[in-house]
């Protein structure tokens, strides 16, 4: 999995930016964590911007990694946002309950749709 990272500036906030590709899974969620964990602490980030537009995979051990950022956020007032999950990630996400603790985008292709009531 190749990931971007780079850091960003919002509303006076460091925020770190990543957009992993491909598919976060037990085969590289290690890297990934440690890679975001690593670029937060070199540049102060305190909050974490999670483009996963090109992500079209995400199981347990990547959903771990979203929360172990979460437990250690919170406590500091950090925030995580998830924007632009492609459909089945963004279902994975709902079943874990990660949309109670963080804020996630509703896919592009799901904006459309009528809410059953």
Same mark, same amino acid.
């Given at each position: *999995?190749?990931?971007?990272?780079?850091?960003?500036?919002? %509303?006076? /906030?460091?925020?770190?930016?990543?957009?992993?590709?491909?598919? %976060?899974?037990?085969?590289?969620?290690?890297?990934?964590?440690?890679?975001?964990?690593?670029?937060?602490?070199?540049?102060?980030?305190?909050?974490?911007?999670?483009?996963?537009?090109?992500?079209?995979?995400?199981?347990?051990?990547?959903?771990?990694?979203? *929360?172990?950022?979460?437990?250690?956020?919170?406590?500091?007032?950090?925030?995580?946002?998830?924007?632009? $999950?492609?459909? $089945?990630?963004? /279902?994975? %996400? %709902?079943?874990?309950?990660?949309? /109670?603790?963080?804020?996630?985008?509703? $896919?592009?292709?799901?904006?459309?749709? /009528?809410?059953?009531?």
């Amino acid at each position: *999995m190749e990931t971007d990272i780079m850091v960003k500036k919002y %509303l006076h /906030k460091d925020w770190l930016w990543v957009r992993p590709r491909g598919e %976060l899974d037990m085969a590289n969620a290690a890297d990934f964590k440690f890679r975001i964990t690593t670029a937060m602490r070199e540049f102060g980030c305190r909050n974490l911007w999670c483009d996963f537009s090109q992500l079209t995979f995400i199981d347990s051990s990547g959903l771990g990694v979203l *929360m172990s950022r979460y437990r250690e956020l919170a406590p500091v007032s950090g925030q995580i946002i998830i924007t632009r $999950p492609t459909e $089945p990630v963004y /279902k994975l %996400l %709902l079943a874990s309950g990660l949309h /109670k603790l963080m804020e996630i985008d509703r $896919p592009l292709s799901m904006k459309f749709l /009528k809410e059953e009531r």
